[in-house]
């Protein structure tokens, strides 16, 4: 990619943020009835498509402007352009700091980056605007454990296992953290 354009898209970007007329974020939380369905699936094929509807929820700001933000940050952390993520996702929480999903996805970006503080703290202010975010859950724990916090990392991890009981990575993380705790071998 050229110097223009990689100055060119996220000034291209901004600008459509700044002069989009923006209406306020109205992101909603998912139904209790999906929480509840997810809690009681019989199967991890079950779970997985009530897990899905769930994030549909949650990456629905309410704004198709804010969406986009969404969008082009993950797209572009999914092709490894951590500084371009970054500043989507920073642009999404400064316009709508009450849309949980925006600093879920910019955890991501700056756990990608190897900057562990700010994704704790944009992780945490996910789950104070979403508590029952399992998906923030899931990051806070792998984060706690890895910094040195087992014992949090597994209160977070029993959390999210009771929100979402078939959760791919959570119970052999939660397995893994009590056998660590218990002085015995993963």
């Known amino acids: 990619?050229?110097?223009?354009?990689?100055?060119?898209?996220?000034?291209?970007?901004?600008?459509?943020?700044?002069?989009?007329?923006?209406?306020?974020?109205?992101?909603?939380?998912?139904?209790?009835?999906?929480?509840?369905?997810l809690a009681a699936a019989e199967s991890a094929d079950a779970a997985r498509m009530i897990a899905d509807d769930i994030r549909t929820h949650w990456a629905r700001s309410g704004s198709a402007a804010m969406d986009l933000l969404l969008q082009r940050g993950r797209g572009a952390l999914e092709k490894g352009d951590v500084q371009a993520a970054l500043e989507h996702l920073t642009a999404l929480t400064d316009h709508a700091p009450g849309f949980a999903e925006g600093w879920h996805a910019r955890a991501h970006a700056y756990f990608a980056a190897e900057l562990t503080g700010p994704a704790v703290d944009d992780l945490r202010r996910a789950l104070s605007l979403s508590p029952r975010h399992f998906d923030a859950m899931v990051g806070l724990g792998v984060i706690l454990d890895l910094t040195g916090a087992p014992e949090d990392a597994l209160s977070v991890l029993n959390r999210a296992r009771d929100i979402y009981p078939h959760h791919p990575e959570t119970e052999a993380a939660i397995e893994r953290l009590e056998a660590r705790l218990l002085g015995r071998d993963a």
């Not at 939380?29 to 929480?35: A, T």
């Open 1 to 37: 990619m050229s110097l223009f354009a990689r100055i060119l898209k996220p000034v291209v970007a901004a600008l459509a943020v700044i002069f989009a007329p923006v209406p306020p974020v109205l992101a909603e939380e998912p139904p209790d009835s999906l929480f509840g369905a």
